[in-house]
Each structure stands twice: as C-alpha cells, then as structure tokens.
C-alpha cells in the first residue's frame, strides 16, 4: 500500500508532460484571446476618449468662431451705422445749405422785382402827378423843373412812409 | 483490502523488470483525455462574439488564472500555468473514481511526485528571483538561528503536501468502500457525493492554494 518506487520518477514526467500539453493546447490560446480581448476593449476605450477630446475641442473652437463672428457682425454694423449717421449729417447739411441758398436767392429776386415794381410805380405815379398837374394849373411850366419837384416830393413822401411802416 | 492497493499494470523488462503502476497509467489517460478535450475547445475561439461554448471556457480556465494571480501576484506570475495544469489534475484525478478507475492520487507514487514538482519548483522560484547568493542566504531569515528549522522546511513542505493528498484520497476511498459493504444501494450516494466529489476538489484547491503560497513566500 504504501509503496514508493521508480514509479515516482514517472509520475513526475507525466506532470512535467502534462504541465507543457496543457500549457500548449489550454491555457495559452484561452489567455491569448482574453488578452486580446482585453486590449482590444482598452484600445477602443482610449480611442472613444480620444474623440471625445477632439470632438470637445472642435466643439470649443467653433464656439470660439462662432463668438468672434458674432462680435464682428456687430462691429460692422456699428461701422455702417456710423457711416450711414455721417452721410445723413452731410445730406441733410447739404440740404440745407442748398435750401438757405435757394430761399436767400428767392428773396433777392423778390426783392429786385419789388424794387423794379417799386421803380416803375413811381414813374407811373410821377407821370400821373405831372399830368394831373399840368390839367388842374394849366400851365407849361417847364416840365424837367416841375418833375425834379414831384420826384422829390415822392421821395419824401415814400420814404417817411417807409419809415413809419418800419 | 485487495482495492486498497494500487497494481503494477506492466513491467518493463529492463533492468530487471520496472513495475509501471495503475496510477502512470491511469495518469497517461487522464492526460491523453485533457489534452484531446482542450485541442477540441481550444479550436476556433474568437476575440469578438464568443460562443457560449467559449464563454463557458474563459471562465473556467480565466477564473483558475485570476484565482491564482489574486494569490501569487506580479513576481510569480509565470509559474501560473503550471499551478493551472496542477489544480487541472488534481481535480480530475480525484473525481476519476467516479468513472471507475483507481484514482492516480490514491498512490502514494502520484503524490509524492506532486510533492517533489513543486518543492523543487518552490525552491527554483526563489532561486531564480534572488541569485544564488539570495537563494543561500534565504535559509537564514529572518534570524541566522533558525537556518536548521528552514532547511528541514524544506522536507517538512513536500512531505506534507504529499501525505495530506494521499491521506485523504486513501482515506475517502476506505470509507466509501466500508460503507457499500454495509448499505450496497442509496445510502452511499450522499456520502459519494462528500468523499468522491467535495472532498476530491477540496484537496485538489488545497495542495495548489499551499504551493501557490509557497512560491509567494518564495519570491518575495
């Protein structure tokens, strides 16, 4: 029963073989896959975190852009807000020298045509004067006299009117 | 009492005859019969989309690699195979009763084998991590006093390891067999179940959970 012979020697060959054989066919292939397997979920791991990252900070550098653009869209329509005011200013300071010098030219005129009613009134009212002088004296006096006389009666006349209508 | 002994199957007729007992035998089976199962599991396993088949595999052989990796950590990690191997055969060795052949672990031969394997491997581990010098100067810790009692350890591990296997194996099968000479039918089943199936893997986890301890000591 408790016998301890060469059969020791075998029995630890056939460990020795048994350890290799199963080394060989079982547990190398099975722990190669499950490494494999193992790198394979890290990698993909790494790889998801990776995008992850660059999708963030595609993400960033487009809020970026789109910030920047933003700002600039309002810089230029301050720009042309400011440009529009000043093209305003100058059409409108244009107008309104336009319109001075218009309305000045308009008074002038009127004024050289009243001034000309004006003239040719007298004369009339100064030919009307001598003539209706010559009927009620009756007398040729000497008319270049007697008009110098009304033209200055007239003017006389006229202007203490213009004086008392001023 | 004649089942208690383990035959001599063949003699070699050389040197004047060499035995060759039931247990190599019975050992050359179970060893054909793993070999032939792992090269038909082994085949077409994948990285991607495991069958269930291959499911079933990864957990046997990956958790018997995790078991013993938790146990024996970084520095030990190449002699993994061998413990796997180890628990591999023990465990079928001591449930081979089942099928009707002789356990190969009821022979003392088998478990003195075990026993040699992995002293020597315990002792190569400690070899290779520390150097010769090292490996000396280990039997001298952690006090120079105690450098005898280490180096008796150095029996007193195989020679229990060995002696626990074969006592217990030896000791389950005397009991089975009492108790179907007195109850032949049902009674046994229960008692099969302890001595030929937990008691069986239990020593096969513990001889393989010492030697993984030892190589640890060992490497450290």
Not at chain 1, 13 to 23: A, D, K, S, T, W
Not at chain 2, 172 to 180: G, N, S, T, W, Y
Request: glycine letters at 6%.
């Amino acid at each position: 029963m408790l016998r301890l012979d060469m059969n020791v020697v075998f029995n630890m060959l056939n460990l020795i073989v048994l350890y290799l054989l199963l080394r060989h066919f079982l547990i190398k292939p099975v722990m190669e896959v499950m490494n494999k397997r193992q790198a394979m979920i890290e990698n993909s791991i790494s790889n998801a975190k990776n995008s992850e990252g660059q999708a963030a900070e595609m993400k960033k550098q487009y809020e970026d852009k789109l910030a920047e653009s933003s700002k600039e869209g309002l810089k230029i329509i301050e720009e042309a807000k400011n440009q529009a005011k000043v093209q305003y200013d100058r059409i409108l300071e244009n107008a309104e020298e336009e319109a001075g010098r218009v309305i000045g030219e308009a008074q002038r005129k009127a004024e050289a045509d009243q001034e000309k009613a004006l003239n040719e009134a007298k004369a009339q009212i100064a030919g009307l004067v001598i003539a209706a002088a010559a009927k009620v004296v009756n007398q040729e006096a000497s008319a270049m006299a007697n008009k110098a006389l009304y033209d200055s009666f007239i003017a006389e006349a006229g202007d203490s009117h213009d004086a008392g209508s001023n | 009492m004649e089942e208690l002994n383990c035959e001599t199957v063949f003699t070699i007729p050389v040197f004047g005859g060499i035995g060759i007992s039931e247990s190599v035998v019975v050992t050359w089976v179970i060893m054909a019969a793993l070999t032939l199962l792992s090269i038909i599991f082994v085949r077409n396993l994948k990285v991607e989309n495991p069958g269930r088949k291959q499911q079933v595999l990864e957990l046997a052989v990956g958790g018997l690699y995790g078991f013993f990796d938790d146990l024996i950590g970084e520095e030990g990690r190449r002699y993994i195979p061998y413990l796997v191997s180890v628990a591999i055969y023990i465990g079928v060795a001591n449930l081979i009763g089942l099928l009707g052949l002789k356990p190969p672990t009821k022979d003392l031969n088998a478990t003195a084998a075990l026993a040699i394997i992995s002293i020597l491997l315990i002792e190569y581990a400690s070899f290779h991590k520390k150097g010769l010098k090292g490996f000396i100067k280990g039997f001298a810790e952690p006090v120079a006093i105690i450098a005898p009692i280490n180096i008796l350890e150095l029996f007193i591990k195989p020679l229990s390891l060995c002696m626990r296997l074969f006592g217990n194996v030896l000791g389950a099968f005397v009991v089975m067999e009492l108790i179907k000479l007195i109850v032949p039918a049902i009674i046994p089943i229960p008692f099969s179940m302890y001595f030929d199936i937990f008691d069986g893997l239990i020593q096969a986890y513990v001889f393989v959970f010492l030697t993984a301890l030892f190589i640890k000591e060992s490497v450290e």
